[in-house]
């Protein structure tokens, strides 16, 4: 699969642009070649042990993983005090195989919860020990194979108020904050980082998340950086949003995780897979990349696909619509949002 770039120049009514053809490119070198941070991608055990394809794909172009669901509350602890972790230590040895950093998700979230909790009854403190124990049991149990966790998921609506979820029915809002200080007492290596999603286009959240961690930091609870799982469209959020949350972030002084990316193009429902549209999500991948490249060097934790190939993206199951939101397509071939990834890395 060795392609060439093509550039092409284009001159607007506003003056001389530059446009790339993100058509094709080479796919021998690996992506994270040219980087100076982690390029990584959400995986699963299964895809890893029973498609060659994928797998290949996995070892060769990325530095860092995430498991996709292995490290969820469901997947770890499916009866109440008793941890699995079988599957989520085979990630572990595929990362420690191929010598790449692996990304713990999440800690303590609202979804993908066992069954048990959902039913479970008790006191803010029976509440506050499970969380306790989970949080430490899980940490514990990874110690420094696990570079970085995501602690906290989702725990704000897109009104930057924060959500009431089961964690803060039970517990209140100190659940954030203990969550934190529980990973911290295990671990004090590994790096600590709240994960959401729409930062970048929610601007009341995004400001909402930065001041939240901001004070809880100035109470002395260690937070090292903030995960933006963008999960974005062709049209939006705008590169200028999308720099601005980096930029606010970074300012804040937390590390900038670009966690979950995939660029949907499928926003009205009605999806035609055009080479136009293939083109667009390259130009989009390219800007996010170049803004990414744009913050100081110390605050680029680094950049996370959520998911391989077009044929294994949450957003077609979770969603139940057509869409092509990654960096190779249905047969395992780099897209044009691959090519303008490596674009804006080598540039
Ligand atoms: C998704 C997984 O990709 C799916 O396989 C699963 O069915 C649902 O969760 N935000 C997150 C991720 O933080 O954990 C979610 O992952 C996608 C949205």
């Known amino acids: 699969?060795?392609?060439?770039?093509?550039?092409?120049?284009?001159?607007?009514?506003?003056?001389?642009?530059?446009?790339?053809?993100?058509?094709?490119?080479?796919?021998?070198?690996?992506?994270?070649?040219?980087?100076?941070?982690?390029?990584?991608?959400?995986?699963?055990?299964?895809?890893?042990?029973?498609?060659?394809?994928?797998?290949?794909?996995?070892?060769?172009?990325?530095?860092?993983?995430?498991?996709?669901?292995?490290?969820?509350?469901?997947?770890?602890?499916?009866?109440?005090?008793?941890?699995?972790?079988?599957?989520?230590?085979?990630?572990?040895?595929f990362a420690d195989r191929h010598r790449m950093r692996l990304h713990g998700h999440a800690l303590v979230w609202h979804n993908q919860l066992p069954a048990w909790i959902n039913n479970y009854s008790g006191s803010k403190s029976d509440w506050i020990l499970i969380l306790e124990k989970h949080v430490k049991t899980v940490v514990g149990h990874f110690g420094n194979t696990v570079t970085s966790w995501d602690v906290v998921n989702e725990a704000f609506e897109d009104d930057g108020s924060l959500r009431k979820n089961i964690w803060f029915e039970n517990i209140g809002e100190d659940y954030i904050e203990l969550a934190f200080k529980f990973a911290n007492e295990v671990n004090k290596d590994a790096l600590l980082f709240y994960?959401?999603?729409?930062?970048?286009?929610?601007?009341?959240?995004?400001?909402?998340?930065?001041?939240?961690?901001?004070?809880?930091r100035s109470k002395g609870i260690r937070i090292d950086?903030?995960?933006?799982?963008?999960?974005?469209?062709?049209?939006?959020?705008?590169?200028?949003?999308?720099?601005?949350?980096?930029n606010a972030i970074s300012e804040a002084d937390f590390l900038v995780h670009i966690s979950e990316i995939d660029i949907s193009l499928n926003t009205s429902g009605e999806m035609r897979l055009?080479?136009?549209?293939?083109?667009?999500q390259g130009e989009k991948m390219f800007d996010v990349v170049s803004a990414y490249r744009n913050i100081p060097k110390e605050y680029q934790f680094g950049i996370t696909v959520w998911g391989v190939?077009?044929?294994?993206?949450?957003?077609?199951t979770y969603f139940d619509r057509i869409d092509y939101p990654l960096l190779f397509?249905?047969?395992?071939?780099?897209?044009?949002?691959?090519?303008?990834?490596?674009?804006?890395?080598?540039n």
């Open 274 to 280: 055009t080479e136009n549209k293939l083109q667009k």
């Open 1 to 93: 699969m060795f392609r060439g770039f093509i550039t092409i120049l284009c001159f607007s009514f506003f003056g001389g642009c530059q446009k790339t053809d993100f058509g094709s490119c080479n796919t021998e070198e690996a992506l994270y070649q040219n980087a100076n941070f982690p390029i990584g991608t959400a995986v699963s055990p299964i895809e890893i042990e029973s498609n060659e394809e994928y797998a290949n794909i996995v070892k060769t172009q990325f530095n860092g993983i995430t498991p996709e669901n292995a490290f969820k509350m469901d997947a770890l602890q499916v009866i109440e005090g008793v941890f699995s972790f079988s599957e989520a230590d085979s990630i572990v040895a």
């Open 225 to 246: 950086g903030i995960g933006m799982q963008m999960h974005i469209h062709l049209s939006y959020p705008s590169n200028a949003k999308i720099g601005s949350a980096f």
């Open 309 to 316: 190939s077009d044929a294994d993206s949450w957003i077609t």
């Open 329 to 346: 397509n249905e047969q395992y071939e780099a897209k044009p949002m691959y090519c303008g990834f490596k674009e804006a890395l080598a």
């Open 195 to 216: 994960n959401d999603y729409n930062i970048a286009q929610k601007t009341k959240k995004c400001e909402a998340i930065v001041e939240y961690l901001r004070v809880l």
